[in-house]
């Protein structure tokens, strides 16, 4: 099926650095979401992507879709505590007979941030 | 809206036991999805309701597993016989077609199982 691969695994930073996670598909995907799920926690749903070359913002969030639809990133600046956790991106699975509401997750980016 | 509402939140059981997990969906929402969540494998779609009807189960790693949705506001999740590999994470979601896409899954906090 399809896979969506994301970089780094890990990222390490002191408090005040930016950071970002890149998300990677072969394919053209229709939509990309982005979530984050703090330690212990559950995924929560962060932003939806659905255009090409789209940019959204949230606060220090910024998100962004590549113009082929193939690629994604998140970029916080200024890192914050509050901001650690595993950042997922996610895409529908359009293979195989699969539909826009079945998603496929990537491994996530691990953020821990030093105070 | 309370979100949704996993049960139990953590469950430990022996090996060979049946295991039974419960998700409330927001109400509204008409999928449904259950992922289980591992550090090797991390968040594997199991399977996925529309409108209650079961439409995709290609992730179900075997017969063991089972999964139903009686009605739009209860699913379960059953493992019967478990095993020490089916210790993971199991999240439940919900989300709304909204047209071409379904908006933002939302997820429960999960039952942590563990198989001994």
């Known amino acids: 099926g399809q896979q969506v691969m994301q970089i780094p695994q890990y990222q390490h930073v002191q408090e005040g650095e930016d950071f970002t996670t890149y998300c990677n598909s072969s394919?053209?995907?229709?939509?990309i979401q982005w979530y984050k799920q703090r330690p212990g926690g559950h995924p929560v749903f962060l932003i939806q992507?659905?255009?090409?070359?789209e940019v959204k913002k949230q606060k220090r969030l910024t998100f962004q879709f590549g113009e082929a639809k193939k690629n994604s990133s998140l970029h916080i600046t200024a890192t914050q505590t509050t901001d650690v956790g595993t950042y997922f991106c996610?895409?529908?699975?359009?293979?195989?007979?699969?539909?826009?509401?079945?998603?496929?997750f990537g491994k996530g980016t691990l953020l821990t941030v030093n105070p | 809206d309370a979100g949704v509402i996993q049960s139990p939140r953590h469950e430990v059981t022996e090996m060979g036991q049946e295991v039974t997990l419960r998700c409330k969906p927001i109400?509204?929402?008409?999928?449904l999805f259950w992922y289980r969540q591992t550090m090797m494998r991390g968040l594997e779609l199991l399977i996925y309701?529309?409108?209650?009807?079961?439409?995709?189960d290609s992730g179900m790693p075997e017969d063991r597993f089972s999964a139903k949705m009686p009605n739009a506001s209860f699913s379960t999740l059953k493992i019967q016989p478990s095993e020490p590999r089916d210790s993971a994470v199991y999240f439940c979601?919900?989300?709304?077609?909204?047209?071409?896409?379904?908006?933002?899954?939302?997820f429960g906090s999960g039952t942590r199982l563990t198989v001994v």
């Open positions: 109400s509204g929402h008409d999928y």
């Open positions: 979601a919900s989300s709304l077609a909204t047209g071409v896409y379904s908006y933002g899954y939302t």
């Open positions: 992507l659905v255009k090409s070359g």
């Open positions: 309701f529309n409108n209650n009807v079961p439409i995709d």
């Open positions: 996610a895409a529908p699975d359009l293979n195989s007979g699969g539909s826009n509401y079945k998603l496929t």
């Open positions: 394919t053209t995907l229709s939509n």
